[in-house]
């Protein structure tokens, strides 16, 4: 990582937070999987938050401290070490630079696909880092096709796997991503920890069915509510948080939305952050699921594949609204 000097970080002038979280926040859902009222909790949270905390997971905390350490050396490595996973294209090792289009954070990571071997090049021992890497998401990928089964079972449509299939799918276009957000020493920081003038990574909805993240205990991730308002997800380093992607909001035609997030930089604490992003293959029709649609209820999306939204997607900037440009213009 490099360490800007002060007139090189006002070159990224957007890395700048200028909003400010609100006062008295409602509690993130917390879902625990093994509670049999769990999928109705699961429907509530994707409905009101398009966000939630999940407990008794099932993830062994082995595989998790494993991949924290081959990441918590990986980051430690040279720049030029590094750089040998080859540029984000989109996959491999960035530095500041979120995505093709302009977009800067106080952050660097490690884009993977999930379903080829990484290039690791320029890590210290490419083995343990790939064994790591493969048990966590393994594991990951189960818990969340569990979580996509009682999402389906919650919403009361069949068969149980019409949305874990996607992601379970071997040609599922699933990404992985470790995000290293280093202390920053431009950070102003509030009192209690919980904003800072500093953006990490900016603001935006994830694109794809369901994103599975776990960080390590430093804090810095933000949700939009509803109305616009900010507010700190308190870390939690043995718990997943989940969030509902561009994708789910399609297929169950705007009963749950997208949720917008964001991580704000920390003045003295490093984060660590690793989400599994599931996708559909890229040949897949999204659309509203028609086990859904009651009576005369309209699609308020055009259909399209994921290969046509990913292509748009990349096409734009991290805060644009890329569902947009498939929205319906609804008679009513
Ligand atoms: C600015 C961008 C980065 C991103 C591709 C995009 O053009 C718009 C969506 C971004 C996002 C957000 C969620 C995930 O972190 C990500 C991997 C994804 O699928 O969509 C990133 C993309 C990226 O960093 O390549
Ligand atoms: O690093 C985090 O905690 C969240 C990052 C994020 O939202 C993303 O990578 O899409
Ligand atoms: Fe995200």
Redesign the pocket.
């Known amino acids: 990582m490099v360490i800007l000097s002060k007139p090189a970080i006002e070159q990224f002038g957007c890395i700048r937070n200028k909003q400010a979280a609100t006062l008295f926040p409602p509690l993130i859902p917390l879902v625990d999987l093994s509670k049999p009222d769990s999928r109705q909790q699961i429907i509530k949270a994707c409905e009101e938050f398009g966000f939630f905390k999940v407990i008794n997971h099932g993830v062994p905390m082995d595989f998790i401290s494993r991949l924290e350490s081959e990441a918590t050396k990986f980051f430690s490595l040279p720049l030029s070490e590094k750089e040998k996973t080859g540029q984000p294209k989109p996959y491999g090792y960035g530095n500041k630079r979120i995505g093709p289009n302009g977009d800067v954070g106080w952050v660097e990571y490690l884009l993977l696909t999930t379903n080829q071997d990484p290039n690791l090049l320029g890590t210290e021992n490419p083995e343990s880092f790939r064994i790591a890497l493969d048990n966590y998401m393994a594991a990951v990928k189960k818990m969340a096709c569990e979580i996509l089964e009682m999402i389906a079972d919650g919403l009361k449509i069949q068969p149980r796997n019409v949305l874990s299939k996607l992601m379970m799918d071997e040609q599922s276009d699933s990404v992985f ?1 470790l ?1 290293h957000y280093p202390p920053c020493p431009e950070v102003v920081q509030s009192l209690n920890g919980t904003s800072s003038n500093v953006i990490g ?1 900016g603001e935006h909805t ?1 694109p794809q069915i369901i994103s599975v ?1 776990r ?1 390590n205990n430093t804090s810095g ?1 933000q949700i939009s509510l509803r109305d616009g308002t900010w507010i700190s997800v308190p870390p939690d380093q043995y718990s997943f948080f989940i969030n509902v992607g561009d994708s789910l909001q399609v297929m169950t035609n705007g009963r749950f939305k997208s949720v917008k ?1 964001r ?1 704000l930089a920390n003045s003295v604490k490093s984060r660590l ?1 690793m ?1 599994y992003f599931c996708g559909p293959p890229l040949s897949e029709k999204i659309a509203p699921l028609p086990s859904l649609m009651r009576g005369d209820q309209q699609s308020l999306y055009k259909e399209f594949t994921w290969f046509e939204y990913k292509k748009s997607a990349y096409s734009s900037r991290l805060a644009d609204n890329r569902l947009m440009h498939f929205e319906k213009i609804v008679a009513s």
Request: hydrophobic share 45%; charged share 20%; glycine share 0%.
């Open positions: 991503r995000n990574f994830d993240l960080s991730l997030h991580v952050s989400i």
